[in-house]
């Protein structure tokens, strides 16, 4: 028999006082109570009730279980409830995971909008520009920049992942705007880092005498594309960087794209989940808000920001 529900028959036994009572209670017979009761008393290996042939009574042990097993099935009801309420209202901590440089400057401030409209949610963001397990380290969903592989995520697709190479207005006059990837040669040009490798996004570049082709120092490397944006607005040097993360900056003129005839293939950009992960209002609605401000169809704002 299920031990639950021989307990909730037991505890109906004890407030009814009899049970014919709460038989009637579960739609049982009087004899399946009994069932119920002595089922419990065997577990335990005592009385519970001391019956006569006019009244029961709870015997000291019973009536020590009739609270513990009142205890008990409230708690069980408490989590019932709250996962109801958590099935029909977003509520709970989400654990999302999003590349460095767009998770801070786009992201972020769209989680924050999702938070003021859904009081009752918490979110934990980690930027990391690794590829992050979900399942294994324990996160909702992700935002993914590469072509989805995998299966067993479900994937919502927001807009691609194009990119820009500019420079400051500064820089430019003085010291001119290139034509081509080779005239980068002569050019400050500013590189990210993956680990201690630069990755050069200069595809043309000058030989030496041996017509070995080579890359000329680059003198200002960062690990994160927020880092070099902000020395290529310094009016250090060229930068390719994410169109989305210079996009107000163009706008604003502090930054002018230049060599757009070279730039690579925009990357697909998606917001990723474990497809059995149960698709509760707070992951629906966020992803939902997500892609409303990100998906292919949406216009990013390009007001101009301090």
Known sequence: MDKLRSMEIFVAVVDAGNFTAAASRFNLSPVMVGKHI??????????????TTRRQSLTEI?????EQCRSILAQISAAESGAEAMRNTPRGRLRITAPTSFGSEWLAPVIADYLQLHQEVSVDLNLNDRMVDLVEEGYDVAVRIATLEDSSMIARPMRHYGMAI??????????????????????????????MVGIHWRMQTMRDQNGKRTLPECRFRAN??????????????????AEILVAQDIAAGRLV???????PAPRPMQLVYPRDRLATPKLTTFVDFVVERFGPAARLPLASSA
């Open 38 to 51: 002595a089922q419990l008393e065997a577990t335990l290996g005592a009385s519970l009730l001391t019956r």
């Open 62 to 66: 019973g009536s020590q279980y009739a």
């Open 166 to 195: 500019c420079a400051s207005p500064a820089y430019l006059r003085k010291h001119g705007t290139p034509q081509t990837l080779a005239e980068l040669a002569d050019h400050e040009c500013l590189d990210f880092i993956v680990g």
């Open 224 to 241: 994160n594309g927020l880092a070099l944006r902000m020395a290529a607005l310094q009016g250090f040097g060229i930068v390719m960087q």
């Open 257 to 263: 794209p230049i060599l757009c005839d070279y730039l």
